[in-house]
């Protein structure tokens, strides 16, 4: 792990994984970048909530994006992926760790 997070960092990204919507769309990302209509198709959620939820993990800092046209492409955060545990696709916070499985 390159970074230890402080508390109030940890803090915020466990907050913004408080719901089911997120883990999941956190586990799709983890598997490779996406647009927001790729996870709007993966995970069958609405547009405006997959948006939603993405401005949450956006706001925690463990997702960004980037524009490619008039798509915006988001991913995790390069800090963020590299406390990925590669072994059993899970995240080291320091504080805490958190595996999907």
Same mark, same amino acid.
């Given at each position: 792990?390159?970074?230890?997070?402080?508390?109030?960092?940890?803090?915020?990204? $466990?907050?913004?994984? @408080?719901?089911? #919507?997120?883990?999941?769309? +956190? &586990? $799709?990302?983890?598997? @490779?970048?996406? #647009?927001?209509?790729?996870? +709007? &198709?993966?995970?069958?959620?609405?547009?405006?909530?997959?948006?939603?939820?993405?401005?949450?993990?956006?706001?925690?800092?463990?997702?960004?994006?980037?524009?490619?046209?008039?798509?915006?492409?988001?991913?995790?955060?390069?800090?963020?992926?590299?406390?990925?545990?590669?072994?059993?696709?899970?995240?080291?916070?320091?504080?805490?760790?958190?595996?999907?499985?």
């Amino acid at each position: 792990m390159d970074k230890t997070l402080d508390t109030a960092e940890c803090a915020r990204i $466990l907050k913004s994984l @408080g719901d089911e #919507s997120r883990l999941k769309i +956190v &586990q $799709l990302l983890l598997q @490779g970048e996406c #647009s927001v209509s790729q996870v +709007v &198709q993966s995970l069958n959620l609405p547009q405006p909530q997959a948006s939603h939820h993405l401005a949450i993990l956006r706001g925690s800092g463990l997702v960004n994006t980037r524009r490619e046209g008039n798509r915006v492409i988001n991913f995790i955060d390069p800090e963020i992926r590299s406390m990925l545990n590669k072994k059993d696709l899970g995240l080291d916070l320091g504080c805490c760790s958190i595996t999907f499985e």
